[in-house]
């Protein structure tokens, strides 16, 4: 398998070693490290639960005609060892509440250090709610068609309101402050909620929430922001160097030359790239080659990291700096090039060196001209940006590092065809419906491919609508994000905190300056995706404003919590002055009823 630098591998080994001799004491976890989980609580100090929702909280017919009942278990997760009670008021401490993702729920009690680092300060319950229709939470069983028609990001939000809801009342938890937190859709979710119902959440952490990466905005998003912002993290400015980006970018070119021109061009490739078959579709080549660089560039930490990688494997510290380091200086030839552009996405593919003997990529080995329905394969800007999600990351991953064809060949069967029988969530589903994020990329603006011929700065909705028509026989709907969930209209909002790291190229679609006195921003210039959310590492010893960013945030969740304290307070003296008055009341009654009793009858005139 094509692997790293001998030097860059000894550089894993020794950091790796290190992260895992140095002890540092967290908060309240001694010898937790943040990015490879080792120490940290989780799901063992969980216990599971489940609620009965309504498949479709919106309309009173039972869906799908009844083929599968109305209702489905919907999983959450609860730890209580840090709750608070008061003795004399028997009032409860907050609720602290995760806004599930598109992915199981148990990814995020894991990972979302924010809560598990402060429930013993706050006194909290931590409450982590898986979305419907992944993990454990399935409305339908695979093969129920139509099954798909009721995941939206509305009807997951009033999951979560009923949720809540039943929390406060079955807990003893009426007075409790209940305190939001998302990262990426689920901070994306945690703000359309607190702006939906705003009765039943008193404040939220919004990170890495891309609220704003739709179309039709005022000020309008920029389509090409998220491949700017990988370009960024393989800059200078970034912490690369500019080298990195002009040799990635000028890899695609050479990749279709080297194919046409160059003799058994399609076995050159696969020496080159170790693919398991010769590279009769450059197309496939390339897609593998880019996918890496958007997930090194989400998982920009400051720490080793299992994250992104779902524990299969994990990225280093500032992994887009560590795949830039073989190509520090400007590379003129493909022999000089290529195995140095094989060597950075094996920081992603194979940093852990478990993948298997050669590269299985779904498609390499179709030829275009012969077979032209492969050209459905290929990862069109707003199809790579649609595959960020966890679970098709998770499926490429595995395809391509299995180094079986008999894999990628199945993974081509099902990407080809209407899927009308998948009833888990799939993000490709919820893209083609409501949350159509638009994308370029290949611009002049970024490192990625431009077909030779195409206006890449272009965003081809239509084309895109019969995409999303034959893989999920549903047409998109680009406006609904923006009409339906706020758009850019939420300044009337309140108790929102937008946290967003710079160099996470999902900044470009977050809200990265106040809008309010309490919808505020909080930028993070060393951030990766929703950095701050994680455990405390040693690795955050390097940027003080990755630590700054969650002492903010405490103190702010601190904010709302007194806030929620003192309108109960006021609640209650309200209601105590209302029954002193209604006592006097009734005294002042009665004594005029006696002093009436005790009158001569007059009549009336």
Request: hydrophobic content about 35%; glycine content about 10%; aromatic content about 12%.
């Amino acid at each position: 398998m094509t692997g790293l630098p001998p030097l860059c591998r000894s550089a894993i080994t020794a950091a790796y070693v290190l992260s895992l001799t140095v002890t540092v004491t967290g908060k309240p976890f001694p010898g937790c490290f943040g990015g490879t989980l080792q120490g940290c609580p989780g799901v063992p100090n969980c216990t599971k639960h489940y609620i009965t929702q309504s498949i479709d909280h919106f309309g009173w017919a039972i869906p799908l005609n009844g083929t599968s009942g109305s209702t489905f278990k919907q999983r959450y997760f609860l730890a209580d060892k840090w709750w608070s009670k008061n003795n004399d008021t028997g009032k409860r401490g907050p609720v602290f509440f995760y806004f599930g993702n598109e992915d199981d729920v148990e990814l995020y009690v894991n990972h979302t250090g924010l809560m598990w680092e402060s429930a013993e300060e706050f006194g909290a319950l931590l409450v982590f709610a898986e979305h419907r229709y992944y993990g454990d939470s399935l409305p339908f069983k695979d093969g129920t068609n139509g099954c798909l028609n009721f995941l939206t990001t509305e009807q997951a939000m009033a999951d979560f309101a009923y949720l809540i809801d039943h929390i406060r009342q079955s807990k003893g938890a009426l007075d409790s402050a209940f305190i939001g937190f998302g990262g990426s859709y689920g901070g994306m979710i945690a703000a359309w909620f607190r702006v939906h119902y705003p009765n039943a959440i008193d404040g939220v952490i919004a990170a890495s929430a891309p609220i704003w990466s739709f179309s039709g905005l005022n000020p309008p998003y920029d389509f090409n922001a998220f491949d700017k912002g990988v370009t960024f993290d393989a800059s200078q400015g970034g912490g690369s160097l500019d080298s990195c980006k002009s040799n990635i970018n000028k890899t695609w070119d050479m990749i279709v030359d080297v194919a046409a021109t160059v003799h058994d061009g399609a076995t050159v490739l696969q020496e080159f790239f170790n693919t398991c078959e010769p590279v009769k579709n450059t197309q496939a080549l390339i897609d593998f080659l880019q996918f890496p660089w958007g997930y090194m560039a989400m998982g920009s930490y400051p720490f080793f990291s299992t994250y992104l990688m779902h524990g299969k494997s994990f990225l280093p510290s500032w992994p887009v700096r560590f795949a830039c380091l073989g190509l520090d200086e400007d590379i003129g030839s493909y022999s000089h090039l290529f195995p140095a552009i094989a060597d950075a996405v094996a920081v992603y593919y194979n940093f852990s060196g478990h993948a298997g003997p050669c590269y299985s990529i779904p498609g390499i080995d179709i030829d275009p001209e012969i077979d032209v329905d492969v050209a459905k394969l290929r990862m069109d800007p707003s199809h790579r940006l649609r595959a960020m999600s966890p679970g098709f990351a998770r499926k490429y991953f595995d395809t391509v590092t299995s180094g079986d064809m008999t894999q990628a060949t199945a993974y081509v069967q099902q990407q080809r065809g209407v899927r009308g029988g998948v009833c888990t969530g799939d993000w490709g589903y919820q893209w083609c419906t409501e949350m159509v994020q638009p994308f370029v990329e290949g611009t002049v603006d970024d490192m990625f491919y431009c077909p030779k011929g195409k206006n890449c700065s272009a965003w081809d909705i239509k084309g895109l609508s019969l995409g999303c028509e034959s893989d999920w026989g549903v047409k998109p709907r680009p406006e609904w994000a923006r009409v339906m969930l706020g758009g850019k209209s939420i300044h009337n909002a309140s108790n929102i905190l937008f946290s967003n790291g710079l160099l996470d190229p999902w900044h470009g679609g977050g809200v990265l300056k106040d809008l309010s006195p309490s919808v505020v921003a909080l930028v993070i210039p060393n951030g990766g995706h929703h950095v701050d959310l994680m455990f405390t590492d040693p690795g955050d010893s390097c940027c003080s404003d990755i630590t700054a960013a969650r002492d903010t945030e405490r103190r702010t969740i601190r904010n709302w919590v007194n806030e929620v304290d003192a309108r109960n307070v006021q609640q209650n003296t309200n209601a105590v002055v209302q029954a002193e008055r209604a006592q006097q009341k009734g005294s002042t009654e009665r004594e005029l009823e006696i002093v009436s009793a005790d009158s001569p009858n007059t009549a009336l005139i």
